[in-house]
C-alpha cells in the first residue's frame, strides 16, 4: 500500500510571506500523481495543485508551486505571498492508476494558519 | 454550474441504526467516490463508482455498501453503526478515472450517539 506522510501538523505564516509544506510519500510505482488539496473551515477540499510523475518540470499554479523530487520521493507545496484565505488544512495526496479504478491516499494534513 | 452537492449536511443516529447518504456529481463528471474523513485525519477511500457498479473498494467492511443511479449520483448506505463511524463523508466526482484529480462536495457529518 501507498502511505503518504505530512511531517508538519501545523504551521504559521504571516501575511505576504512564503511558507514551504512538506510530503513524502513511499511506492514502488513508476506512473502516478500527486496533489495538495485544501480544506477550509467549510470542509470542502479544494483541488490547489497537481503533478503527474512522469513529468519532471514542476507544477505551478499562481501562488502555489511543487518541489517534486520522484527520487526521493518528495512533494512538497511553496505558497507565496501568503493570504488570510489561505488559512486552512492543507492534504497532499497520491494516486495511482489502475485498471479497475483509482483512488487517492491521504496524508494527515497540515494545518496552517496565516496571521496578519 | 452546479458542484457536487451532497445530503443532508448533518446527521445524528443511535449505534445500531442504519443511514443513508446521498451524493449528486458535478455536471459532466460519471465517477463517484466515497471518503470517511474521522476527527483530525486525512480522508480515506470507502469505494469508487462508474457506470453503476463499483470499481475499487478500501478497506471498509461490508455494513458499508453504496450505489450508483443511471443519471450518476450516488448513494452511501451504513448498517448495525458503530460509534466509530462518527465522521465527516465526503462524496467526490470526476469524469472517467480522475487522474487530473477530483472535486468534492462539503460532506455529511454523521454522529453516532
Known amino acids: 500500500a501507498q502511505t503518504v506522510t505530512q511531517s508538519q501538523p501545523e504551521m504559521s505564516v504571516q501575511e505576504a510571506e512564503t511558507v514551504t509544506l512538506s510530503c513524502t510519500y513511499d511506492t514502488s510505482e513508476n506512473n502516478y500523481y500527486l496533489f495538495w488539496y485544501k480544506q477550509p473551515p467549510s470542509r470542502q477540499m479544494i483541488l490547489v495543485i497537481r503533478?503527474?510523475?512522469?513529468?519532471?518540470q514542476n507544477a505551478t499554479e499562481n501562488r502555489f508551486s511543487v518541489n517534486f523530487q520522484k527520487a526521493a520521493k518528495s512533494f512538497s507545496l511553496k505558497i507565496s505571498d501568503s493570504q488570510l484565505g489561505d488559512t486552512a488544512m492543507y492534504f497532499c495526496?497520491?494516486?495511482?492508476?489502475?485498471?479497475?479504478?483509482?483512488?487517492?491516499?491521504f496524508g494527515k494534513g497540515t494545518s496552517l494558519l496565516v496571521t496578519p | 454550474d452546479a458542484g457536487v452537492t451532497q445530503s443532508p449536511t448533518h446527521l445524528i443516529k443511535t449505534r445500531g441504526q442504519q443511514v443513508t447518504l446521498r451524493c449528486s456529481p458535478k455536471s459532466g463528471h460519471d465517477t463517484v467516490s466515497w471518503y470517511q474523513q474521522a476527527l483530525g485525519q486525512g480522508p480515506q477511500f470507502i469505494f469508487q463508482y462508474y457506470e453503476e457498479e463499483e470499481r475499487q473498494r478500501g478497506n471498509f467492511p461490508d455494513r458499508f455498501s453504496g450505489h450508483q443511479f443511471p443519471n450518476y449520483s450516488s448513494e452511501l448506505n451504513v448498517n448495525a453503526l458503530l460509534l466509530g463511524d462518527s465522521a465527516l463523508y465526503l462524496c467526490?466526482?470526476?469524469?472517467?478515472?480522475?487522474?487530473?484529480?477530483?472535486?468534492f462536495g462539503s460532506g455529511t457529518r454523521l454522529t453516532v450517539v
Open positions: 467526490a466526482s470526476s469524469y472517467g478515472a480522475g487522474g487530473y484529480g477530483y472535486t
Open positions: 503533478q503527474e510523475a512522469y513529468k519532471q
Open positions: 495526496a497520491f494516486m495511482k492508476p489502475l485498471k479497475g479504478g483509482y483512488a487517492l491516499n
